[in-house]
């Protein structure tokens, strides 16, 4: 499968935004979806998954209650709606799939990257 981050741009701390990861290849309901992000000087991290379903969502502590996780698998789309943008929230967003099941935040449980989009806050 392959994916493709879209989305990103320049927002004020408190704004939103709206990521998209579409898959082309295969169906996107084969797989469990993921966003993570990195920032400079910093490694990949997770901030959100979502089961095949879109019955099962899992956050980072950083960012609960901010962001949400969605998905439509008819589309082959993976949304990641981020809402009360904060500096700290500036990073490249990467959307990843993967076919097993569970272990959500490990990067290297991802099978599948896209090319990040660039998120940056600003004050």
Same mark, same amino acid.
């Given at each position: 499968?392959?994916?493709?981050?879209?989305?990103?741009?320049?927002?004020?701390?408190?704004?939103?935004?709206?990521?998209?990861?579409?898959?082309?290849?295969?169906?996107?309901?084969?797989?469990?979806?993921?966003?993570?992000?990195?920032?400079?000087?910093?490694?990949?991290?997770?901030?959100?998954?979502?089961?095949?379903?879109?019955?099962?969502?899992?956050?980072?502590?950083?960012?609960?209650?901010?962001?949400?996780?969605?998905?439509?698998?008819?589309?082959?789309?993976?949304?990641?709606?981020?809402? @009360?943008?904060?500096?700290?929230?500036?990073?490249?967003?990467?959307?990843?799939?993967?076919?097993?099941?569970?272990?959500?935040?490990?990067?290297?449980?991802?099978?599948?990257?896209?090319?990040? @989009?660039?998120? @940056?806050?600003?004050?």
């Amino acid at each position: 499968v392959q994916l493709q981050a879209y989305g990103g741009g320049l927002v004020q701390t408190g704004g939103s935004l709206r990521l998209f990861c579409a898959a082309s290849g295969r169906t996107l309901g084969m797989y469990e979806m993921g966003w993570f992000r990195q920032a400079p000087g910093k490694e990949r991290e997770f901030v959100a998954a979502i089961s095949r379903s879109g019955s099962l969502t899992y956050y980072a502590d950083s960012v609960k209650g901010r962001f949400t996780i969605s998905r439509d698998n008819a589309k082959n789309l993976v949304y990641l709606q981020m809402n @009360t943008l904060k500096l700290e929230d500036t990073a490249v967003y990467h959307c990843a799939a993967k076919s097993s099941f569970g272990t959500w935040k490990e990067v290297e449980a991802y099978d599948y990257w896209g090319q990040g @989009t660039e998120v @940056t806050v600003s004050s």
